[in-house]
């Protein structure tokens, strides 16, 4: 199994969100052959809105940049795990464009209207895309997430389709900054390696497992108290 990780954070190595990646592929199996691109490091040139994708090169960009690596990364992938913050309520910019760019891996849109909520306006170009897995992991800086996400999950539904992706959502993520909270972000980890164990085996995560990842690692009150320290030691 090949799993391809797009680290979409602009800290690059030193990001929040890829602590909880890691921890989650140290529940995949041993001979899981795991690649990660570093977004911020690739030449991603912003979409250009020419739509030959769909007309001129049907499936293919016509921009010549680092994304022809990642397309083939993606297509040779089973698994493809977004890593990264929310910014700004959304997805980095860096993400951004190359979400953009994966325009090609879409039909045309003409004029249908979906009305099935599970369902993206988009068909895929290639059925075989639909074997593949993909997983978004993302950190907010939020004592709670639920009222932080709805912009970024409504354009992934629009884009994927409602149910077609897992989610995993961490909010307090300067808590993986922070010296103090050891104890709660190693149990919090220990159960985001189970989740791992339990998707590499099943391909998803059930509403248990969803449901005990999606707390928060501490109290409204606790966080607030270990970042105002954290913050007046930086």
Known sequence: ?????????????????????????????????IEYITVKKETIKPCMGCFSCWSRTPGKCVIKDDMQKIYEKINSAD??????????????????????????????YSGNVVEDKEASFHELRDEAMHEKRLLVITTC???????????LIKQLDLICGNGNYTMIKCPEGELFIAEKAERQRKAYLDSITE???????????????????????????????ITKAHWKMS
């Open 1 to 33: 199994m090949k799993v391809l990780v797009l680290n979409g954070s602009p800290k690059g190595e030193k990001s929040n969100t890829l602590n909880i990646t890691k921890a989650f592929l140290d529940g995949f199996s041993a001979d899981t052959e």
């Open 79 to 108: 698994i493809i795990i977004e890593s990264f913050p929310l910014y700004f309520f959304g997805m980095p910019s860096q993400m951004k464009a190359l979400t953009d760019r994966c325009l090609p891996y879409m039909l045309p």
């Open 141 to 151: 800086g939020y004592v709670s997430a639920e009222p932080m996400y709805p912009a």
């Open 195 to 225: 989740a791992g164990r339990e998707f590499c085996e099943n391909r998803c995560l059930c509403d248990e497992t969803m449901k005990k990842i999606s707390k928060p690692i501490l109290s409204p009150k606790g966080f607030e108290a």
